[in-house]
């Protein structure tokens, strides 16, 4: 009598073994099932990583990592220039790039051109919910305009982020207040400068010690332009000192011949 298909092929009596014929007996007649879901299931594992590989975040951070590892400023500059122009690229990575490529020109001296960067960066920081990023660009416009010498533009763009910024950017809090000191400064009002920088010199926060020193360096130089000049005392400071008579030059006498 031949066995049925249900049952062990074989006579060897392991339970494990029994179970595992089992179970290849039930593939061999349903195949098909099994091949179908796993072809479904590499479909899908595909199509989860298209997906992944094409969001836009995803590919401009791979962008963006790529033109930080140019061989030289000249490429990447312009890795981040087209990044910063590719209308398909994620907003906050256009950002970025445009914040970059305005470093470049204020390195370069070409305040122009670092301010149209500048100005591209906050549109495109304007457009992602990151208030990071958002006051990066104010920033970075704010010193294309110092550097332009448009000091109440820049005054006004670096007021706008000293002291409204929260505790999780304490380090931009401190570059917007450096600047607007040094505006002030340049624009001769030296009060509000320092006036500025003195809440700063007891601040001590970790990560920040080069700002603070450059604070408190720029404190001093502040409030030692300050100080009245030492006033001079006359030549004659006693009142009964005769007055000073103003005399005529020696004559000189002619040259013989003449």
């Known amino acids: 009598m031949a066995p049925s298909d249900s049952s062990p092929s074989s ?7 029994d179970r595992l014929d089992v179970l290849a007996q039930a593939v ?51 890795r981040y220039k087209t990044l910063a122009e590719d209308e398909k690229a994620d907003p906050y990575y256009r950002a970025r790039a445009w914040i970059e490529v305005t470093q470049y020109r204020l390195d370069a001296d070409d305040a122009n051109a670092a301010k149209t960067a500048a100005q591209n960066a906050v549109t495109q920081a304007a457009a992602t919910h990151d208030t990071e990023i958002k006051a990066l660009s104010r920033l970075s416009l704010a010193a294309a305009e110092y550097q332009l010498g448009d000091f109440d533009d820049a005054l006004n763009d670096y007021s706008s982020l000293a002291g409204s910024l929260g505790a ?50 720029l404190y001093w130089s502040i409030k030692r332009a300050m100080e009245p000049l030492p006033a001079i005392a006359p030549l004659s400071a006693s009142p009964n000192a005769p007055p000073m008579i103003m005399r005529p030059a020696p004559a000189v006498a002619a040259p013989a011949g003449k």
């Open 28 to 78: 061999r007649h349903r195949w098909y099932i099994y091949v179908t879901a796993l072809l479904l299931i590499i479909f899908v594992a595909l199509l989860i990583r298209r997906e992944l590989n094409n969001r836009p975040d995803q590919v401009s951070a791979a962008a963006f990592s790529r033109a930080s590892e140019g061989k030289d400023d000249a490429e990447s500059l312009g």
């Open 11 to 17: 006579s060897y009596s392991d339970p494990i073994y």
């Open 168 to 217: 999780r950017e304490a380090a931009l809090d401190l570059e917007a207040n450096l600047g607007k000191a040094r505006t002030l400064q340049s624009q001769g009002k030296l009060n509000d400068a320092a006036a500025t920088l003195e809440p700063l010199l007891s601040r001590q926060d970790a990560g920040a010690e080069k700002q603070l020193d450059v604070a408190r360096v």
